[in-house]
């Protein structure tokens, strides 16, 4: 929009007053978007003694407001919703250690639909009950009473419920022990279960959530890695064509459509080369390539470790893909040509209008004048007509 500024137009106060306008909303989104950040460092520093759900809540709040704002051309609707959930998130930073009734009723309730399912079948439990004491003394009878739940206690029993349900529904899963290697792989991931819940944390209970997951989608890290390996893998483009200094968005997508949003692919980081010397990390990326010229786009894959993936071999797995990047397109000039021929369009429609309704007065006033008025202020041709009426008078 700004390179109107390059020619002179009749929409030149149009223009600016759009780069006005946006500048203003971006000054508020920016504005906001502060306000985001501000309100996850506060979160962060209470990831120790605030129960996960209700950090979990605010979270949730905040990511709204934030895919709000970062929206290509957010409406005035878009803004204030995003204020609403960034005040909301606020108040319910500061009310963390607030007594909380409603969710003194379900932590309860958590507990109490636990014990149904624990006591249901207690000889599943009895190793896990061995190694991770500190859970199951949150399945007390006085834990069941919303009255005696106080907010002092919040924490410690959101975090030991929910890592009890994460248990309950790994042991949902188990197999036979003569699955063979399915058996051995469950214990493997019982091991490393047991060891997450232990410590007790928010980032602990995200790790193990991923575990679950794995088992409930029966898709493993393994099973990612050996699809890297067979190359069913690719880089995939929003668009065809690409333009230098036009972003270019890319992901890297499975022929089995079931990984790409599976628990497992998320253990496994991959590292962008553009062939330009800058580099990115993620599953889908957006990049600018500065030249016209063809580049060999490369993808390596590292799992938690930071092991790369490579195959029988030892050879470090890629995924390629060829971009040509064309020069980018004179926007000035296509600018130019259209001011020109909207100016065209007017100066002719004026000149019939001044020769048919004001023909003696072009035979005595300087006509270069108005001519140049028209240019520049995109006045009528009736308007343009008035103007020498007058002078003539």
């Known amino acids: ?88 998130a606020f108040a319910s930073i500061d009310n963390l250690s607030e007594a909380d009734p409603t969710f003194a009723d379900k932590l309860a309730s958590r507990v109490t639909e636990i014990s149904k399912t624990i006591g249901g079948a207690p000889e599943s439990y009895e190793k896990m009950r061995e190694e991770l004491p500190r859970l199951f003394l949150a399945l007390k009878e006085d834990n069941k009473d919303a009255s005696k739940i106080g907010p002092e206690a919040y924490r410690d029993l959101d975090v030991h419920t929910i890592a009890l349900r994460l248990l309950c529904e790994f042991v949902s899963h188990k197999p036979s022990a003569n699955a063979g290697d399915e058996f051995t792989r469950y214990e493997q991931a019982q091991t490393s279960l047991v ?18 997951r794995q088992w409930h989608e029966c898709i493993f890290v393994d099973d990612v890695a050996a699809a890297i390996i067979k190359k069913q893998v690719s880089i995939e483009t929003r668009s065809p064509a690409f333009t230098a200094n036009d972003p270019v968005q890319m992901k890297v997508s499975f022929a089995r ?45 590292r799992d938690s470790s930071g092991n790369c993936v490579s195959d029988a071999k030892g050879e470090t797995m890629y995924c390629t893909k060829s ?18 021929v909207k100016f065209a369009i007017v100066l002719v429609a004026t000149l019939a209008g001044l020769i048919t309704g004001a023909r003696e007065q072009l035979l005595k006033l300087d006509f270069a004048a108005a001519i140049v008025a028209v240019f520049l202020v995109g006045f009528s041709a009736d308007t343009v007509k008035n103007m020498l009426t007058e002078r003539s008078q």
């Not at 007053?17 to 460092?41: F, M, N, P, W, Y």
């Not at 060891?195 to 679950?212: F, V, Y």
């Not at 079931?258 to 800058?278: G, H, K, P, V, Y």
Request: charge should be negative.
């Open 257 to 301: 459509s079931e990984l790409n949003a599976s628990a497992a692919r998320q253990e496994i980081d991959c590292l962008w080369d553009f062939n330009d010397t800058f580099a990115e990390r993620g599953w889908e990326v957006s990049h600018y390539f500065a030249k016209p010229r063809d580049y060999d786009v490369k993808v390596s894959f």
């Open 1 to 88: 929009m700004l390179y109107s500024r390059w020619v002179f137009s009749p929409d030149l106060q149009i223009v600016f007053t759009k780069c006005t306008e946006a500048v203003a909303s971006l000054t508020r989104r920016i504005g906001l978007l502060e306000q985001v950040d501000a309100a996850h460092e506060r979160l962060g520093k209470m990831t120790a003694n605030a129960p996960p759900t209700r950090l979990g809540q605010i979270s949730e709040m905040l990511r709204e407001a934030a895919n709000r704002l970062n929206a290509t051309d957010p409406s005035e609707q878009d803004l204030q919703e995003a204020q609403k959930q960034i005040g909301a």
């Open 195 to 212: 060891q997450l819940l232990s410590r007790e944390s928010c980032d602990a209970l995200k790790a193990a959530g991923m575990i679950i």
């Open 323 to 340: 971009l040509h990047v064309r020069p980018e397109h004179n926007r000035k000039s296509d600018r130019t040509i259209t001011e020109a």
